[in-house]
């Protein structure tokens, strides 16, 4: 599934972030449950520090609603997570100016 925004483009602006959350509980699955590869591309200034905050959200509030852990333990969780998707490629931005 291809997800395109084109925040430029056109009068109603649409950013990458808000397919995001649209798609939330999706991209939870698909990220944390079946080790999804993610790839965002687009401009290097807000874009890729947005969508990594979203995708934190995103894994943050699904892990809530699904466990009895507290705000601060799965915080910790997702923040380690994060990191490895980094460490392990599973996350890629390609971004430009």
Known sequence: QVNVAFSRDQTEKIYVQDLM???????FDLIYRK????????NSKRMPQDVKAILEK????????????????????????????????????????
């Open 58 to 97: 995103i894994l943050i509030e699904n892990l809530l609603i699904s466990s009895n852990d507290s705000l601060e333990s799965v915080t910790n969780l997702v923040k380690n997570f994060m990191i490895n998707m980094e460490i392990k490629r599973q996350i890629q931005l390609e971004t430009w100016s």
């Open 21 to 27: 959350l649209k798609n939330s509980e999706e991209i």
């Open 35 to 42: 080790n999804a590869q993610f790839f965002i591309a687009g």
